[in-house]
């Protein structure tokens, strides 16, 4: 069962295809700054180029025209997201914790691969004040600064774009997020919804969605699953995903509802059956696999992943972790990164774990220093711009 897993790593890309370099504008190196250096092929320099993180790239933009002109390709800007995205090693990783005072992230290589001590590094913020990370997608973070604002950032380009919401929400209501990218339309969508409770289960719902290709929001209809367990939307198979409460906390009878990016329609999928024990859960993702993670007792949990997705029969069970300590019943989804080792990394909060199936055991990477948050996701380094093409830009 683990190896299935380990193939759905390779599709991690939400909209990554293989480079063919006779698209790519002509790279010529025999501009006059080169004429005292070794020429190399452009396709030799265009491979160098696709391996080298984001900082870089950027200063390597201005050695010449032909390579402003490579790097800002939208086919090298995918290739390289590829690279990025799919690489086993997760260089280009970064596990995000959300703080009053900004962001810090951790290196999701050092957590995984290192002995030494792993310390967080600060991100420069766009923002003062309040806010809260909805999600990232291919190296686009999306950020909630109020109940009617939010901001997508690219960190590595230092870019960000400012969103104001369509309808202006009323005091008193919950408010629910989601951030992914439609592949049909080659699209990022932020979908916002807002409710007031009436009394039991019933409550008024409205949803709107944000098309950054189009950048501007909409109204979405046909909503009608009652009250939402889970806050943030969870990115799989092109769809957001969150489980509604159900009828008695902490029983099995809620539903795994999602809406679909690409045609802006709602569905339900069925939950895995688990048994009669009082249980804990949340949504995450492993792989490209919509994950369960279920707690029982606060001492143990099940993980749960649908290998076919939209059938309820291809749920399976493929770990049972237990905890050393009792972990929280309630809190945000667990972050999960699997290693080439086949070890997985457990982000519950702020509190890091390391879990090892074949032994089933657990160990704890060293950190310098802990925070008392929320791991807020995982962000990859890319050239992913979230501005249309000659829209006035925001700089940090």
């Known amino acids: 069962m683990e190896s299935k897993v380990d193939e759905a790593s390779d599709r991690r890309a939400q909209h990554s295809k293989p480079m063919n370099h006779s698209q790519l504008p002509s790279s010529s190196i025999q501009d006059s700054s080169f004429n005292r250096v ?11 180029l696709l391996r080298l993180p984001v900082k870089s790239l950027l200063k390597f933009r201005c050695v010449s025209k032909s390579w402003l002109s490579l790097i800002s390709s939208p086919e090298f800007v995918n290739t390289h997201l590829s690279t990025c995205v799919n690489n086993t090693e997760y260089t280009h990783h970064r596990l995000m914790l959300g703080l009053d005072k900004g962001l810090k992230v951790y290196s999701v290589r050092s957590l995984l691969y290192e002995d030494e001590s792993v310390e967080a590094t600060h991100l420069d913020f766009p923002t003062k004040g309040y806010f809260s990370i909805v999600g990232s997608v291919n190296g686009l973070i999306c950020l909630r600064t109020g109940p009617n604002n939010m901001l997508l950032w690219n960190p ?27 592949e049909v339309h080659d699209d990022y969508k932020v979908v916002r919804m807002f409710y007031a409770i009436n009394g039991g289960n019933s409550c008024d719902v409205k949803v709107e969605i944000y098309s950054l290709k189009s950048d501007s929001w909409k109204g979405i209809d046909g909503f009608q699953y009652g009250k939402i367990h889970s806050c943030l939307g969870k990115l799989v198979n092109g769809k957001l995903h969150w489980i509604t409460s159900g009828a008695h906390p902490g029983s099995n009878d809620g539903d795994i509802i999602f809406i679909d990016l690409a045609d802006e329609k709602w569905g339900v999928l069925e939950q895995p059956c688990h048994g009669e024990n009082e249980f804990y859960f949340n949504l995450g993702v492993l792989g490209s696999y919509l994950s369960v993670f279920r707690t029982y007792q606060s001492t143990w949990a099940d993980v749960w992943v649908m290998k076919e997705y939209g059938v309820k029969e291809s749920w399976a069970k493929i770990y049972t972790i237990k905890f050393d300590e009792d972990i929280p019943k309630h809190g945000r989804s667990p972050l999960f990164c699997k290693s080439n080792k086949g070890e997985i990394l457990l982000a519950l909060g702020s509190r890091f774990m390391i879990y090892n199936p074949k032994a089933n055991s657990l160990r704890y990477p060293k950190i310098s220093k802990s925070y008392f948050s929320f791991s807020d996701g995982i962000c990859v380094e890319s050239l992913v711009c979230p501005f249309l093409q000659n829209e006035p830009r925001m700089q940090q």
Do not use: H, Q
């Not at 070794?38 to 160098?48: A, K, V």
């Open 156 to 182: 590595s380009m230092r870019k960000l774009k400012n969103c104001t919401a369509f309808i202006a929400a009323p005091k008193g209501v919950f408010y629910l997020w989601g951030f992914g990218y439609d």
């Open 38 to 48: 070794l020429i190399l092929p452009p396709e030799l320099i265009t491979e160098i």
